[in-house]
């Protein structure tokens, strides 16, 4: 695993233009570079797989939400990110998902997108230049600390090592049962069934990433889950999964599953939105002391789920109406609202009470397998040195379109 970790590091692909370009990015300068030849592309590719800024990514604060968004082929947003021939609108889209995410948190982990590029030295030099422009235009919520970029090379999302965290699972264990269920549930809506093996095995595989990338760095980021398949998948590594530090078993609990506007633009106007909108803003702060309440619950008490539901959807709800208005209001927005998607957070911490189970089929997840109580112990172990004394360990995110 030490291993692993070596080939995850903390990424500012704008200092890293800026030291070898002799510029910081602009549009002046994307002008200037496309004279270069290829072969400066290529080199500048080698060189910056090298670079990494020192020291770690900062932890999160206590009123922050920071998802870890990696790229997958299993989002439409991403398909093709990072494949020979793959063309703009792709990447435009896997950072236009970011935007999206980004007006309802207060920043986004997200893989630096030059990692990505490789090819001849022309398909390099063209690639990167896609990549230089939609930098440029996320550039003001990079400068706000908004976007936090990281390195994940592929080893650790490799499933010799990401999918390593299934091995051995209990999938007749409640939580197993729970999430069997589930998958069942999502197939049987498919138009093509056998796609969901498939799907669950790249799901495994990405959450394991992004369960490295955590471990790395404890407290850095929240997991995120970006479909109901990867979302069940997630409430199996922390639902019941046999991880019991101090004597007191710990599990994931859902605390508020709330619908809000889906809005899809482009790169740009959705930088523009985060900057003007006036209720996305007043959403992340109402998130903020949220967050901050919540993480002040005490440890001790077995209620703390049934508390920490009320606090949040008594702090949110109001605030979604009033995204609700302004999106029906606001002609852009009206125009730029694609159904809605559930925002979900889930809380972990001391089990309390009975929690509803289910059992997982093996023949449904395949070759797909890993050692999810170990996994989740070490990793919860982490977040105990951390929250000592607090009930909730840590938060994760769902962001789902509804179907």
């Not at 690639?127 to 003001?140: M, Q």
């Not at 992004?210 to 398949?229: F, T």
């Not at 997630?234 to 599990?251: M, Q």
């Amino acid at each position: 695993m030490h291993y692993v970790l070596r080939h995850i590091s903390k990424s500012d692909p704008y200092a890293s233009i800026l030291a070898w370009w002799g510029e910081p990015l602009t549009i002046e300068l994307i002008r200037r570079v496309e004279r270069a030849p290829a072969q400066h592309f290529a080199q500048f590719h080698r060189d910056h797989a090298e670079y990494s800024p020192s020291g770690d990514v900062v932890p999160l604060d206590e009123g922050e939400l920071r998802p870890l968004m990696l790229p997958s082929y299993l989002h439409d947003s991403d398909r093709g990110y990072g494949l020979p021939g793959s063309p703009s609108g792709l990447l435009n889209r896997y950072f236009g998902a970011a935007m999206t995410l980004l007006l309802y948190s207060h920043q986004v982990m997200m893989q630096d997108p030059l990692m990505s590029v490789d090819g001849t030295p022309r398909e390099i030099k063209r690639r990167s230049l896609e990549v230089f422009d939609v930098l440029l235009t996320a550039k003001p919520l990079a400068d706000a600390n908004a976007l936090i970029f990281i390195q994940k090379r592929s080893i650790a999302q490799h499933p010799s090592t990401a999918l390593g965290h299934f091995k051995d699972a209990d999938w007749q264990s409640p939580a197993g049962v729970k999430c069997d269920r589930e998958l069942n549930r999502l197939r049987a809506l498919r138009a093509d069934p056998a796609s969901m093996t498939r799907d669950v095995s790249a799901s495994q595989t990405l959450i394991g990433a992004g369960i490295n990338v955590s471990k790395k760095w404890p407290g850095s980021c929240s997991l995120l889950a970006r479909s109901s398949v990867e979302d069940a998948l997630l409430r199996f590594v922390f639902e019941r999964a046999g991880t019991v530090i101090d004597g007191r078993e710990r599990n994931l609990q859902k605390l508020a599953a709330i619908s809000v506007p889906n809005i899809s633009m482009n790169v740009r106007d959705l930088t523009s939105l985060r900057a003007s909108s006036d209720e996305f803003a007043e959403w992340r702060e109402v998130l903020a002391a949220t967050l901050r309440e919540i993480h002040g619950l005490p440890d001790g008490d077995d209620g703390w789920a049934r508390e920490a539901r009320g606090i949040v959807y008594g702090e949110l709800a109001p605030a979604r109406e009033r995204l609700q208005k302004a999106a029906i209001q606001s002609p852009a927005m009206a125009a730029a609202k694609k159904g809605v998607r559930d925002f979900t957070l889930s809380g972990i911490g001391t089990l309390g009470g009975a929690v509803a189970g289910g059992k997982i089929a093996p023949a449904l997840i395949g070759a797909a397998t890993g050692k999810i109580a170990e996994v989740a112990l070490e990793y919860l172990k982490a977040k105990r040195a951390q929250r000592q004394a607090r009930a909730i360990l840590d938060i994760t995110v769902s962001f789902v379109q509804q179907a």
